[in-house]
């Protein structure tokens, strides 16, 4: 059974970082395509950044691109996505996802609050 475990979410002023984690049980996450997701409230689930199966080539949505950066660690089973320079559009729920044999899996998200 995949079960994705993030963390790291929480409250950040604009221009802070955050590092959220999620963790990979049930699979092995270098085999698959890993993204994150956020959805903020009153609006469609997007797609933010996705790692490419065993490669390490990360694609990322215009929005975050050269503020957000999304590594995998094999060894750890987990994969990051450490988010700096943040914006008040930046808040939403963050969702870890890994499409396992056509079968998508999602963590239980993570709050990111951007606050003045």
């Known amino acids: 059974q995949v079960q994705l475990i993030e963390s790291g979410g929480g409250l950040v002023h604009p221009g802070g970082s955050l590092n959220l984690s999620c963790v990979a049980s049930?699979?092995?996450?270098?085999?698959?395509?890993m993204g994150w997701f956020r959805q903020a409230p009153g609006k469609q689930r997007e797609l933010v950044a996705r790692i490419v199966r065993k490669t390490d080539d990360a694609n990322y949505s215009d929005s975050v691109r050269g503020r957000f950066t999304m590594t995998r660690d094999v060894a750890k089973n987990t994969v990051y996505l450490q988010m700096n320079n943040l914006k008040i559009e930046d808040t939403a729920i963050y969702y870890c996802?890994?499409?396992?044999?056509?079968?998508?899996?999602w963590g239980q998200g993570a709050q990111v609050t951007g606050s003045t």
């Open positions: 049930g699979t092995l996450i270098y085999i698959w395509d």
């Open positions: 996802h890994a499409n396992v044999l056509g079968t998508d899996h």
